[in-house]
């Protein structure tokens, strides 16, 4: 099993709908998760960390479920500009503290 | 605020040149350090770590090697380079403990 799992997509939905990613992981003991994104041939970049309450940043929503090991991300009212790849990375206690581990990505293309 | 810079934006070698690429840090001291390979299509790779002067951690067996001589600065480097060494290289830095990463705008290198 992967240590972090991610539905490649590619998701194509229309503009102003709602694109639910989830992102399972394999290390109970893992400590810290993110989401990232990554734009078309450029570097990824932070899009929210994941806390346990679940946390909510404008239209971004992100939820981790410790007891089944997964983290979801939820966007509302999908622009183009959300049009990217993104990453689901969880810190797991037993790398030690100085490492992450990425998904390989979920492609979403918002449609107009 | 902290920045990360990271240089050449792109390179073409040939195969067996030596390769250097340098990443530097501004505005903290003591970051963690990371090298990330990224090939065509697929995920982030982990090369190398550093969680201070001189200190490396290699993740893979490869051709390449990383050093870091200064608190703020992480280099990248082969004597001889394989085709297989193409891809979008990463450098990233993190703060302590639990903090997400941030990566520089990456290298693009392509061996011919």
């Known amino acids: 099993r992967k240590e972090v799992e991610q539905d490649p997509g590619p998701f194509n939905v229309p503009e102003g709908a709602t694109v639910a990613f989830n992102c399972t992981y394999s290390?109970?003991?893992?400590?810290?998760f993110f989401w990232y994104r990554q734009d078309c041939r450029k570097e990824p970049k932070l899009l929210m960390s994941?806390?346990?309450s679940g946390n909510e940043d404008g239209r971004f929503t992100a939820q981790l479920n410790r007891a089944s090991q997964y983290i979801s991300l939820l966007i509302r009212d999908s622009k183009l500009s959300d049009s990217a790849t993104y990453l689901c990375?969880?810190?797991?206690?037993?790398?030690?503290?100085?490492?992450?581990?990425f998904g390989t990505g979920t492609r979403l293309t918002i449609i107009p | 605020s902290q920045t990360i810079h990271q240089w050449p934006a792109t390179l073409v070698q040939p195969v067996g040149s030596p390769l250097s690429l340098e990443c530097t840090v501004e505005?903290?001291?003591?970051?963690?350090l990371y090298w990330y390979r990224q090939a065509a299509g697929r995920g982030l790779q982990l090369l190398f770590y550093?969680?201070?002067?001189?200190?490396i951690s290699s993740e893979v067996p490869q051709n390449l090697s990383a050093s870091r001589p200064q608190d703020r600065q992480f280099i990248l480097s082969s004597k001889k380079l394989l085709l297989s060494d193409s891809g979008f290289y990463l450098c990233a830095w993190s703060g302590e403990y639990n903090q997400p990463q941030h990566f520089g705008d990456g290298t693009r290198l392509s061996i011919l």
């Open positions: 994941v806390y346990s």
């Open positions: 550093s969680v201070g002067i001189g200190q």
């Open positions: 290390n109970s003991a893992s400590q810290s």
């Open positions: 505005g903290t001291s003591n970051p963690n």
């Open positions: 990375v969880v810190r797991g206690a037993n790398f030690g503290n100085e490492k992450l581990t």
